[in-house]
């Protein structure tokens, strides 16, 4: 048993991951189990695909969105998915998402990006941290890099591996914008995230997931699907979910073949993203309801 072994969950949105096991004599994932999890947080979006690979390696999915894509962005259990996550002992948690290019280089069903900064443009109306201090503890940590710069490394060369096979090319850009969503940017916006912020594409669900990555002590990167230009081009009519809708189907295939990858190169080696939950936390300890406590003993490592 290799000590190091690390094992990779991903939540995806707006495509969804369907794995065939047993289906194909040439698929990589041989036995699919779906499992359902209560957290103390509430319910995760559904229940857990628990996948394994024909080498040996278990990959934890699930689809962001819920069963039927039932639940908008800002209505999405974060708390519930991540704290899964971490419990069916994921150390990597790749997060798929679709987003706007704000970029003209960033073709729309071309270009795959890996952010490795993220702006939190949202209202506050997700619950973003599991140490809120409502009914809980209060703990604070770096989140000056969101994202696992290692593990985005090991998702940039997983994506090298596609440009042969689907003309899909990649590009480290930054910084990522999360919106609170529903609906997409007016212009103005648009415009102030392209010329004001620098941004090379908006989101609506990086964020709360990556921070509460953190908090979990999980490794966290991300890999956005540009659908769009979102709406800062003049000749843009706007954008359109019809059309997000073809686009992501060129994305199609990308989860199912950089998995496999993934899985087998990433180890679990020590990183700072394994912020400590001990020495984290400001509350005094003495006064938490113990009963609470046991409820966060899976962000010890
Ligand atoms: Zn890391």
Not at 62 to 86: C, D, F, Q, T
Not at 123 to 144: E, I, L, N, P, S
Not at 225 to 253: H, M, N, Q
Request: charged letters at 25%.
């Amino acid at each position: 048993m290799d000590e190091q072994r690390a094992m990779l969950g991903v939540i995806a949105g707006s495509i969804k991951i369907i794995i065939g096991a047993g289906n194909d004599a040439k698929s990589e994932f041989v036995r699919t189990e779906k499992t359902n999890l209560t957290t103390p947080f509430g319910s995760p979006s559904e229940p857990f695909i628990e996948t394994k690979l024909r080498t040996g390696e278990t990959v934890v999915l699930l689809n962001r969105h819920g069963e039927g894509h039932l639940l908008g962005p800002s209505a999405i259990n974060y708390r519930a998915n991540v704290w899964g996550m971490k419990k069916l002992g994921v150390t990597h948690l790749l997060s798929i998402c679709a987003v706007g290019s704000l970029e003209p280089h960033i073709k729309p069903g071309k270009t795959l990006l890996i952010p490795d900064q993220l702006f939190d443009w949202t209202k506050g109306a997700r619950k973003h941290t599991f140490f809120d201090g409502q009914d809980d503890v209060v703990a604070h940590y770096g989140f000056a890099d969101p994202i696992c710069a290692d593990f985005s490394a090991t998702v940039a060369a997983a994506c090298g591996t596609l440009i042969d096979e689907f003309n899909i090319a990649h590009e480290k850009s930054t910084p990522l914008v999360i919106i609170e969503g529903p609906t997409f940017s007016t212009r103005a916006e648009s415009r102030f995230f392209r010329e004001t912020l620098h941004a090379v594409a908006v989101g609506m669900t990086a964020l709360p997931e990556a921070r509460l990555a953190r908090e979990a002590g999980l490794c966290y990167a991300v890999l956005c699907l540009p659908t769009d230009y979102d709406s800062w081009r003049a000749a843009e009519k706007g954008v359109e979910s019809i059309e997000i809708a073809k686009t992501i189907k060129t994305f199609a295939k990308v989860p199912i073949a950089i998995i496999p990858y993934l899985a087998r190169k990433l180890r679990d080696e020590s990183c700072s993203c394994r912020v400590s939950f001990a020495s984290a936390v400001a509350s005094d300890l003495s006064k938490i309801d113990l009963k609470k406590m046991r409820e966060y003993e899976i962000f010890e490592r």
